[in-house]
């Protein structure tokens, strides 16, 4: 997945001709300049003549770290921007003189997975020294995310429904994942509880007593001890636990039929846990899965919202994805029309950029057609099945990542007849 990272920070005390200075202390910190010029093949692609562009571009394209694009030499703006460009990673260094001598710094890493942390890192490190030399004093850089900025919807987000609260239900969700054992626990939960030799002696409930271990250390379901009467076939008393039992045993009072507590039979008893209760309910385990996907792609928890309401409508959760607030709407089984229409009743009362639908069955081809007709700017993604999760969000991340990534460049790379932002991206 590409993952592009932004900071900015303003400091105040800095001497004039800055992008010079850094230029040379990124060079020396190993972000090493190009030494090939291939201003004729920028210029012949931009169709214009040798001095009108200037470049100098890496040919050693399998360095480790990302080499110095150097800034536009044309004509210059501000303070000067510095590129870096890499294998696998892209960068720039926007510097701009304000008011009252206060220089702001503007950084942009993009790279593969965890690439463009560790780049963004080694960066601030070599600026705030440097910055450090040019101020004659050492400096506090407090880098601000201009993504974080949340939508006042996730203001409303109530503390028992934060993100955070539910993670203790994930490993449960995850087991609910499965349709077969999510179908027998929800017969199960019909019940107060079954007897596990009953259990064990019904063919549509084999997966379960497979996999029981792995229920009742999830927490989905609970074991419990019951007295049968041996004469009578019925439940004398239910224990939680088998101290409980003990205890009772210690007193050993008669059973209605005349036998000691300790001459009767003492069953295990299987019920559906609290909990598991509360994910069947509305689905919830399938936004448990959802929001451990988005926490592991490295949206914060602050920007999401779970489980939204406002004058009766629900949405299952709003996210914040590369600036762009999404809606999820999350089905278990089939996405049909009907769930369209209501979707788009939502998605024309709080404007999302995207409307995504996860569902564990296929999304109708008349939900599907309801959601693309045209005139919208919502952009729809239909996610069918749970494994496609991840990867999914995954490409759209990137997708939108790119995108971000663009407007930058196009701001600070000239454009002529090609588009030398979007030649700079194709290693991303």
Not at 49 to 76: E, H, K, N
Not at 182 to 190: D, F
Not at 216 to 235: I, P, Q, T
Not at 245 to 252: F, L, P
Request: a neutral charge; charged letters at 25%; glycine letters at 8%.
């Amino acid at each position: 997945m590409i993952r592009y990272i932004r900071r900015s920070v303003g400091v105040s005390g800095l001497p004039p001709g800055i992008a010079e200075r850094l230029l040379g202390d990124l060079e020396k910190a190993g972000f090493s300049p190009f030494l090939l010029s291939i201003r004729r093949f920028v210029a012949e692609r931009a169709g214009v003549g040798l001095d009108s562009t200037i470049f100098d571009i890496d040919p050693d394209a399998g360095v480790r770290r990302p080499s110095i694009y150097t800034r536009y030499q044309a004509r210059r703006r501000g303070e000067g921007d510095v590129f870096l460009c890499g294998k696998g990673a892209l960068a720039y260094l926007i510097i701009r003189r304000g008011e009252k001598g206060r220089t702001s710094f503007h950084l942009g890493v993009a790279a593969h997975d965890e690439g463009a942390e560790s780049i963004l890192s080694s960066l601030r490190e070599n600026l705030r020294n440097s910055l450090g030399q040019l101020a004659g004093r050492q400096l506090r850089l407090r880098w601000k995310d201009p993504a974080a900025s949340p939508d006042p919807r996730f203001a409303t987000l109530s503390e028992g429904q934060r993100p955070d609260r539910i993670k203790k239900a994930s490993s449960a969700a995850h087991v609910l994942s499965s349709a077969d054992i999510r179908r027998q626990v929800i017969k199960l939960k019909s019940t107060r509880g079954i007897l596990l030799n009953d259990m064990r002696d019904d063919p549509a409930m084999a997966d379960v007593v497979a996999g029981i271990d792995d229920l009742l250390s999830a927490e989905l379901l609970e074991k419990h001890y019951v007295l049968v009467c041996g004469r009578r076939g019925n439940v004398i008393s239910h224990f939680q636990d088998i101290s409980q039992y003990e205890r009772v045993i210690e007193v050993n009072p008669r059973c209605s039929c005349g036998a000691l507590y300790s001459e009767e039979r003492l069953d295990e008893e299987i019920a559906v846990s609290a909990m598991c209760r509360a994910l069947l309910d509305k689905s919830r385990w399938m936004t448990v899965l959802l929001v451990d996907t988005l926490l592991e792609l490295g949206i914060p928890a602050s920007l999401i919202s779970i489980n939204y309401e406002s004058e009766g409508d629900e949405i299952d959760v709003f996210a914040s994805i590369v600036g762009n607030l999404a809606q999820f709407e999350l089905t278990d089984g089939e996405f049909s029309h009907g769930h369209a229409y209501k979707m788009t009743a939502k998605i024309v009362r709080y404007q999302p950029q995207l409307a995504i639908t996860v569902s564990t069955g296929r999304v109708d081809d008349q939900a599907r057609r309801f959601l693309s007709a045209p005139g919208s700017e919502v952009k729809i993604l239909h996610i069918e099945g749970l494994e496609k999760l991840k990867a999914e969000l995954e490409g759209l991340m990137s997708e939108l990542n790119r995108a971000a990534l663009l407007i930058p460049l196009r701001q600070l790379l000239p454009r002529a007849s090609f588009d030398l932002p979007s030649v700079a991206i194709q290693n991303l």
